[in-house]
């Protein structure tokens, strides 16, 4: 069967590659969302800390023995334990200044950390095993889909659902909007607004970490494999609304759907059709679709 002389089989593959490669962008924007969105901070080093989670995982499976799912949990607290020491270190003294000093800071951070592990590991990629658990494939009739996939997908959601959910549904997620709204009244309550920043923030690159465990057994890991997917992450959360929670999830998982079958209709447009749906969006609502109007 073909759907405009495409065989079925190949259409679907490619749409699922783009579920996988969207939950990845929906997992790294909704990070940078958490951070934008209730510290107010542009953070250009999230690819760099994608990146760590990913060689945290390679230097946990292949040097200390550890498994994948051991990596998986304490990965992302590495990173977080990292982005508080960035916050509390330097990060909180930009708060109120332009987001242009945020953003040379966590750009300068990135160029710090590539070079680093550029130092320890070269450039070449190393790789991660896919744990025994995951392995194999499933049949889905029409064709074979690699079970760690699966799981990306599923993993990716069920993280970017229940973030969401705490954020907005929950007590603590209004004391989180509450705190960066007007700090001064939410500490007249006896909350600690600067620990909740500090916490907020280190929760948000651990994101990024947890993405990069589950990039790990699947792409190569580089130095520089942040650096290559940062710009599509921002453009997800430019599309989507800078700071809308559910709108970069949404817009990740469209936009990783939408490449994926630019790869099957037109591959050479597979690379720029992000940029080419940002362009219009911003044209039509440049608050981006979920974004409020100010």
């Known amino acids: ?13 490619q749409l699922l590659l783009g579920l996988v490669n969207g939950s990845f962008y929906a997992m790294l924007s909704l990070g940078l969302a958490v951070i934008f969105g209730l510290l107010n ?7 760099a800390l994608y990146m760590m989670g990913a060689f945290a995982a390679y230097i946990g499976v292949t040097s200390f023995g550890l498994s994948y ?3 998986l949990a304490l990965a992302p607290l590495l990173v977080g334990a990292f982005g508080i020491l ?13 987001h242009l000093y945020g953003l ?11 070079g680093v592990f550029r130092s320890f590991f070269g450039n070449s990629g190393q790789s991660v095993g896919v744990p025994e658990l ?3 494939r499933t049949d889905l009739g029409f064709m074979e ?10 993993a990716s959601l069920a993280v970017c659902l229940l973030t969401w959910f705490v954020i907005e549904k929950t007590k603590l997620g209004a004391y989180l909007r509450a705190g960066t709204e007007n700090p001064k009244l939410v500490e007249a309550f006896g909350i600690n607004v600067p620990l909740m920043v500090t916490l907020t923030y280190g929760f948000g690159v651990a994101l990024a970490g947890f993405a990069g465990v589950l990039a790990a057994p699947i792409i190569n890991v580089t130095p520089l494999m942040g650096s290559n997917l940062i710009i599509v992450v921002f453009a997800v959360v430019v599309i989507g609304g800078m700071g809308s929670i559910m709108g970069s999830i949404l817009t990740g998982l469209g936009l990783g759907v939408i490449e994926g079958l ?11 059709v992000v940029f080419v749906v940002m362009v219009i969006v911003l044209l039509l609502r440049p608050a981006g679709l979920f974004g409020k109007e100010k």
Do not use: C
Not at 86 to 98: F, T
Not at 104 to 114: A, N, P, Q, S
Not at 145 to 154: A, E, H, S
């Open 145 to 154: 889909l690699p079970n760690y996939r699966l799981w990306v997908v599923f």
């Open 69 to 71: 799912w051991t990596m």
């Open 104 to 114: 040379l800071l966590t750009f300068g951070i990135t160029l710090l950390l590539e």
């Open 1 to 13: 069967m073909e759907i405009f002389g495409v065989p079925l089989q190949a259409l679907v593959s």
């Open 86 to 98: 960035v916050e509390k270190s330097m990060l909180r003294w930009l708060y109120k200044l332009d």
């Open 262 to 272: 630019t790869r099957v209709f037109y591959p050479e447009g597979s690379e720029v």
């Open 134 to 136: 995951l392995q194999g």
């Open 41 to 47: 901070v542009i953070n250009f080093s999230h690819g």
